[in-house]
């Protein structure tokens, strides 16, 4: 088995996703916005990450996918995109990507039960490597379960944080654990959540 092929299978969702994170990041975005859902009944996993950066050079979309093409002077690219491309096409799903100035979407869209698709993973620990960086971007992000949605958003974080920054070691923990439980929530039954309600 090709090393790539190898790696897209080992590589838990939730490391691609940081991929697309940190592309962002490098690009000098201020402002991510990430979009996850899931449907059990059309078995369905979509996820669509926004960011504000200066996009790619015109004409760059496709090349963007070339685990050779890098520039610092447009965004790092390396070997997340083309991973992710050949992980969506290997579970027959579909991948786009968009960019212009001020704006860069990147949208995934695979069937959910393939059995060759990767776990999420830990998608806490992805988002805290993007808020834990000096000058993190305002990330938001919205994760959607049958119906059932979690929605985080930095601009809102002094409640959580008690006004601590959230690169200091109490708020961190703090954010993980707010982060894990939202979305361990999206996973209970309808009903469990609707006598916890009561």
Known sequence: MPLRQAAS?????????????????????????????ENTGQDTLELVVVDNGPGLPQGANEQAFDPFFTSRRTRHVGLGLPLVKQLVEQVGGSISLESEPGRTEVRLRVPRSHWDLPPLGDIPASLLAVLLREGAPRLIYDHVVDGRRFHFDTADLGAQLAGLPPAHASAAVRLREYLRAGIASLYTSRSSTADESK
């Not at 996703?17 to 990430?34: F, H, K, Q, S, Y």
Request: charged content about 30%.
């Open 9 to 37: 299978r080992m590589r838990e969702l939730s490391l691609h996703l940081l991929d697309l994170l940190e592309n962002a990041c490098e690009a000098g975005a201020t402002e991510i916005r990430v979009h996850l859902e």
